[in-house]
């Protein structure tokens, strides 16, 4: 048994030595100034873009009236500058295809109870049923914290995290190649862009999936420990291109919510909000819609007693105002 | 629960400790409860149908071995034989023949019947471990193994976790007695069963899966696609399906040789087959000898007139197509292998009669032509066994047909496989190691299976090193199946 021992821990520093010089040469190498690695491996992101952006300009020890966690629904749907003109300090965390996993991370890893009142989670079904490997990707190459990018590649089981992982420390001393500063606004990301009809038909259908079931029950016990306030919501979409399996959604997500006794803000079939005209494509809101729909959202929040009126109301005037 | 998934990777080293920790008397249950839970992972209740077709086929053993009068044990078998068959027609054929009644119903009097159809799903390797519990019952009637009275040891022979969805289809001869055997922890043969899944898994997740994604692209649709994308398809589901189902059965011999436990070889790089008789050799050795043993043979086998060995050849070989899945197409790639063989009959008499045979068999270029050929023979029996339907198979006969070989078209099927230009850097790179892994594919299959030995310990961790970390590296990840589970 020693002997096995012994030489499965001679095998596994070889394998690693191979690995990491294999790395390397990937690494070094570079075809059109890209490295190889991003050509010959699988789901890697490069470093940069609007998740590095975003966290980076992130302050953890800044203090949040409401921070939004979500998706690209998020990140496209929730304008801090609106939440500014009630007085509200926010700031979005929204980043691409966010599935709960990644929500959990980030959360665990930069909001506490010293610097949010408010958790914003937007979620909505497509963020549950699809693999985790892109917003993972994206999150583990560019999130600010070494400890959550190297917590999210091992919690996620998956050898392309691993990988990604390897990628962040070799990409340690580059700049990111692909900044795409422009237009985040606190993590927003406005769009003037108008639906383009006919809509594409959805192609996926909607499935249980417990791990992000898990993540989700995971993030609420972790925000009700640190006694952070969450609100779950869900923006309208467009009448024209309605979400299927809605219903089973709601299901699984309401058993986890029941829990924690959150409420959950679905606006989803809402129809002052489901024209055509408030929408940049079949699941985003377009500049127009996020007016209305952060306007309702706020005023239903301070309604229901999870926002307090704020005292220093700004005067920020929306350009776009309806 | 999948060989590759991050499940296994803690289940197998779990149950492997505490089967060297525990006593040998507690092993056989440890083992059993291992293999419940593995087969529970995809859907539970399933394990009932298991169950009953264990109970079934112990009693059946027992009663076989019992008694002396021969009617009562041709009863016993052909009750075993409708119990496994039984199960097999409700839960894997019921469908199908739906389907087939529909059709010529609606045929013959312009609607279907009335019959409804089955909203099931197909029970993880059904085929497999219903044949493994067959194989059992047949031996016992033959009188070549003893019926097993510790109803824990034969559960488990059906049950084993290693083959149990997707083979070797084990003998009882081969598998119950070491279930009695004490295993010691040796540190050659641990090293041994650990380098052989390693090889296994390779095959797997980096060779099989990354040609899956293109297999799956081009036959998804045939009719969108060009002649030369579906001949490369083509050439590609051919080494996905050889490296997708040797590559389980090397993890599931390692994982059982690990624990000490020797399981039959199931693949001996069949793609270097002279013939198509020699093919079926080397490839799913397990289920081409039980088709031998149980059906080939008591149907006559060739110690009949020709034209029966004939018939009994394509019966075969049929039984063999159905058995791999409830559509025509397989039934269509069984037949095609049947007729190969009749063919061969025919060949090699008239070969006989010109007196070419021997010369023939000497020579290395007609040996060479002979695996190009049996290669292809087989490539053109695999369009039938991927495609959708048989309409599907023939469009992917006649979209090839009408290939026009040029580079540009060849360029032109890489970039629909790359998806976009930016992925043809790792198309390409692929392709590389698909090209180093046939040609080191014979050299590493005897390695693993012990026919070659490394003699340098440094060469044997680097090469074993280099290929956990193109595991890590180049494995394809997403959530792809074994294709031999859904049989």
């Known amino acids: 048994m020693k002997k096995f021992l012994s030489r499965c821990f001679l095998f596994l520093l070889t394998t690693l030595s191979v690995y990491l010089n294999a790395f390397a040469v990937l690494f070094f190498i570079k075809i059109g100034g890209i490295p190889l690695v991003y050509r010959a491996t699988q789901g890697n992101f490069l470093k940069g873009g609007g998740t590095y952006i975003k966290t980076h300009n992130f302050n953890i020890h800044e203090k949040y009236d409401v921070i939004i966690i ?169 009448s024209v291109a309605p979400a299927p399996g809605h219903d089973d959604f709601r299901k699984d997500v309401y058993q986890v919510l029941n829990k924690y006794n959150v409420l959950w803000f679905d606006y989803t079939t809402d129809s002052s909000m489901t024209d055509v005209q408030y929408f940049a494509d079949e699941s985003h809101l377009n500049v127009k819609g996020v007016y209305k729909y952060n306007h309702r959202l706020i005023n239903d929040l301070i309604k ?19 | 629960m999948l060989f590759n998934s991050f499940d ?167 598998v119950i007695h070491q279930f009695y055997e004490k295993k010691y922890f040796d540190y050659s043969r641990v090293a041994e069963g650990l ?18 994604v293109m297999v799956n692209q081009a036959y998804d649709d045939p009719s969108q696609q060009s002649g030369m994308t579906l001949l490369l398809a083509s050439y590609f ?44 050799s080397r490839w799913h050795i397990s289920l081409s000898t039980w088709f031998r043993d149980y059906l080939y043979i008591p149907l006559g086998g060739n110690r009949v007139s020709k034209s029966r060995w004939i018939m009994n050849l394509l019966i075969v070989f049929m039984v063999s197509g159905i058995w791999h899945g409830a559509n025509w197409t397989y039934v269509i790639w069984g037949a095609l292998h049947g007729l190969y063989l009749v063919f061969a009959i025919f060949k090699n008499q008239w070969l006989d009669r010109l007196g070419l045979s021997q010369k023939l068999e000497s020579s290395k270029l007609v040996s060479i032509v002979n695996v190009v050929l049996t290669f292809h023979l087989a490539l053109f029996a695999w369009i039938f066994f991927r495609a959708t339907s048989v309409a599907d198979a023939f469009t992917v006969i006649r979209e090839i047909a009408h290939t026009h070989l040029s580079f540009n078209e060849l360029k032109n099927s890489f970039l629909v496989f790359a998806k976009n230009p930016g992925n043809l850097g790792r198309l390409w790179f692929f392709i590389g190691i698909l090209l180093v892994f046939l040609w080191s594919d014979p ?40 294709i031999y589970f859904q049989f």
């Open chain 1, 70 to 238: 979500g998706s690209s629904h998020a990140y496209r749907g929730y304008d801090p500058r609106i939440f500014k003109e009630y007085g509200y300090n926010a700031y979005n965390l929204g980043t691409s295809d966010q599935k709960p996993m990644c929500s959990y991370f980030l959360i665990k890893n930069y909001i506490n109870s010293n610097n949010c009142k408010l958790v914003i989670f937007d979620l909505y079904d497509r963020i549950f049923s699809q693999s985790n490997i892109e917003s993972m990707s994206d999150m583990i190459q560019n999130i600010p914290s070494d400890k959550a990018a190297l917590q999210l590649s091992l919690a996620s089981k998956d050898v392309r995290a691993i990988n990604m992982f390897t990628l962040r420390m070799f990409n340690k001393l580059s700049d990111p190649i692909n900044p795409d500063t422009l237009g985040y606004i606190k993590g927003f990301l406005p769009t003037e862009k108008l639906l383009e009809l006919p809509p594409k038909r959805r192609l996926y259908t909607y499935e249980t999936n417990d791990e992000a079931i898990k993540y989700l029950d995971k993030t609420l016990s972790y925000l009700k420990k640190e006694g952070v306030k969450v609100v779950m919501t869900e923006h309208s979409l467009p």
């Open chain 1, 304 to 322: 229901a007693n999870i926002l307090q009126p704020a005292t220093n109301q700004a005067s920020f005037v929306y350009k776009d105002k309806e």
């Open chain 2, 8 to 174: 296994f990777f803690v289940f197998f080293p779990v149950v492997t400790i505490l089967f060297f920790l525990l006593p040998h008397k507690f092993r056989w249950f440890l083992l059993l409860a291992a293999s419940c839970y593995f087969y529970m992972y995809f859907i539970p209740a399933y394990i009932l149908i298991l169950f009953f077709t264990i109970i079934i086929d112990y009693f059946a053993g027992i009663y076989l071995e019992d008694t002396l009068d021969a009617k009562r044990k041709k009863f016993y078998l052909t009750c075993s034989i409708i119990a496994n068959v039984g199960v097999l027609a409700v839960f894997k054929y019921y469908n199908f023949f739906l389907d087939n009644i529909n059709e010529t119903s609606t045929f013959f009097s312009g609607h279907p019947t009335a019959l409804r159809y089955l909203g099931i799903a197909l029970p993880i390797g059904l085929s497999f471990h219903t044949f493994q519990a067959m194989s059992y019952t047949f031996e016992v009637y033959y009188g070549r193994q003893k019926a097993e009275r510790h109803f824990g040891i034969y559960a488990l022979y059906v049950m084993f976790y290693p083959q149990l969805v997707a083979g070797p289809i084990e003998r009882p001869q081969n």
């Open chain 2, 195 to 212: 380098q052989m899944m390693l090889w296994g898994f390779f095959k797997k997740v980096v060779i099989a899966d990354n040609l899956s």
């Open chain 2, 237 to 280: 589901f051919a080494i996905q399906i050889y490296c997708d189902f040797s590559g389980y059965s090397d993890i599931a011999i390692g994982a059982a040789r690990v624990m000490g436990f020797n399981l039959m070889e199931n693949f001996r790089t069949p793609y270097v087959s002279k013939s198509i008789s020699e093919f079926w």
């Open chain 2, 443 to 482: 050299k590493m299959d005897k390695i693993a299976k012990r026919r070659i030995v490394i003699p340098y310990p440094f060469l044997k961790y680097s090469l074993y090193s280099l290929i956990l970390a193109s595991i890590i590296l180049f494995g394809f990840f997403g959530e792809v199946q074994f």
